[in-house]
């Protein structure tokens, strides 16, 4: 079935630090890939998303390249703030059938220090 | 306006009580969802309804059970809470597809004493 690996967290950075989140998934043909980021107490928002192979989704200077050959959708930003303190999720949907289901990765804890 | 919408948003019960939470989204999706959300963060499907037509059921207990009065409503309806049930329940809509971006509500956050 569909899995998402992404990299177990926490992570801890200073302000105006480089963010890499890595994110490799498995899953039959080629699915949609999100990043989902959910700040303390509330629910779950979209980052960004791909569609398909090479496309980049990109927000809130928040990067993410649609990789087929290395089956990965790593997650950058050049200078993290200290709102960007958050969990962050790698999440797919699978082709095929009426199943749009999630299928999220455990999440990364990304503390911002100032 | 809020788009995806949960009540209640906190649940403190006792065990073996039988509770509701409630959906309600304003974005005009044919699609929703149930997602439970462990004490570990992790996110996995519940269910899915399309239409009012039950379109997932991932292996969750037969005392969990969802019901589609109309296309913005997806409540769920659990019987007989146990204590492993604690966890954050999130709701969800989207126009179906696999490229179409699913919105989520705040989450109802169920504790099982």
């Known amino acids: 079935g569909d899995s998402v690996t992404q990299m177990e967290g926490p992570v801890t950075l200073s302000e105006e630090a480089f963010l890499t989140i890595n994110c490799t998934y498995t899953?039959?043909?080629?699915?949609?890939l999100f990043w989902y980021v959910q700040y303390p107490g509330e629910g779950l928002q979209l980052l960004l998303k791909?569609?398909?192979?090479?496309d980049k989704g990109s927000n809130k200077g928040f990067e993410a390249t649609y990789r087929k050959e290395t089956t990965s959708f790593h997650l950058e930003k050049g200078s993290v703030q200290v709102s960007d303190s958050a969990v962050y999720f790698c999440?797919?949907?699978?082709?095929?059938?009426?199943?749009?289901?999630?299928?999220f990765g455990k999440g990364t804890l990304l503390t911002v220090n100032p | 306006d809020t788009a995806v919408s949960q009540t209640p948003k906190y649940l403190v019960t006792q065990m073996g009580n039988d509770k509701s939470i409630k959906c309600e989204q304003n974005?005009?999706?044919?699609?929703m969802y149930w997602y439970k959300q462990d004490s570990k963060k992790f996110l996995k499907i519940m269910f899915s309804?399309?239409?009012?037509?039950?379109?997932i059921n991932e292996t969750v207990p037969n005392r969990f059970s969802p019901k589609s009065p109309d296309k913005a409503h997806l409540n769920l309806h659990i019987n007989s809470l146990e204590l492993g049930d604690s966890a954050v329940y999130f709701c969800?809509?989207?126009?179906?597809?696999?490229?179409?971006?699913?919105?989520f509500g705040p989450g109802t956050r169920l504790l099982v004493l």
């Open positions: 969800a809509s989207s126009r179906g597809g696999s490229q179409e971006t699913q919105y």
């Open positions: 899953a039959t043909g080629y699915p949609s």
């Open positions: 791909a569609t398909k192979a090479d």
């Open positions: 999440a797919l949907i699978g082709r095929g059938g009426s199943n749009y289901k999630l299928t």
């Open positions: 974005l005009g999706h044919d699609t």
């Open positions: 309804y399309n239409n009012k037509e039950l379109i």
